[in-house]
Structure formats: structure tokens, C-alpha cells
């Protein structure tokens, strides 16, 4: 079951159990799916590679949101929002640690080649489709960068 087809399931389970806060997390990606599947790009189809990316910039909007309520002290705003981060992460694949970013950085490094800082762009392409949706592009910079200066 694709992602989109996960999210119409679980928006007809948190009607049933009358979670009110699930059911606006889910429909908020629902939403967002729908509009990108009416996209030009989409061709009238959502894969998960693309909900995944939808999901993860929802739940980075969430982030944003939650910080910029922890300086006004707006703990309910913030319980809200991290409740519809919980529920975005359950589609996420989980992330990869730092250890395991530079393992594929260092091995993606020695096979096309990547030695200097001249070839940052390069190495960051490489390896940002390897691991698309499974690290944060500023981690995989922050590596890439130490391990072009070594």
C-alpha cells in the first residue's frame, strides 16, 4: 500500500476513534498530496518518493513553528504541532546517524573521485539522491565538508 493510499486509511481510523488531532494531520497531508498530484509535474500520480518529501517538509514547517512558539511560550500551540510531527514521522523512513551519512559520503567520495572542496557540488549531488528522504541535507553538507578538508 503506497503512502497516499496510508493516509486515506488512517484518516478513516482516527474518524472511528474520534482522534480529532490525528485526523487534522492526516488530512493536512492528504491535502497536500492532492495538490501535488494535480501538479504538472506529477502527472496525475503521487509516489511515495514524492509524499516523502511532502511529509518531510510538513514536519520541518512543524519544527519552524514549534521554535518560534518556545520563545513565546505558547506551550499549547507547541503540544498541537507536536502532535502532527508524531504523525508525519510514522510515514517517514527512518533517518540515518551521522556515522552511517559519513560512511555513504566517504565511499561515494572514492568512487567518483572527490578529493578537494572544488568537488563539494558533485559529492552533495551524489549522495543527497543516495540517501534522499533518509538525512537532513544540512547534516549531509556539514560531512561532506569535513571530509573534503581531510
Known sequence: MNIFDQVSEGIKKAMLARNHAELDALRNIKKELLEAKTSKEANGEVTDELAIKIIQKM???????????????????????????????????????????????????????????????????????QLAGRAEGRIISTIVKKVLSE
Open 59 to 129: 514536519k520541518k514547517q512543524g519544527e519552524d513553528a514549534i521554535d518560534m512558539f518556545r520563545q513565546q511560550n505558547r506551550q499549547d500551540l507547541i503540544d498541537e504541532y507536536q502532535g502532527q510531527i508524531d504523525v508525519y514521522k510514522r510515514f517517514l523512513p527512518e533517518m540515518m546517524s551521522e556515522i552511517e551519512i559519513e560512511r555513504v559520503v566517504r565511499e561515494t567520495a572514492e568512487k567518483i573521485g572527490a578529493k578537494a572542496m572544488t568537488d563539494m557540488g558533485k559529492l552533495m549531488g551524489n549522495v543527497t539522491k
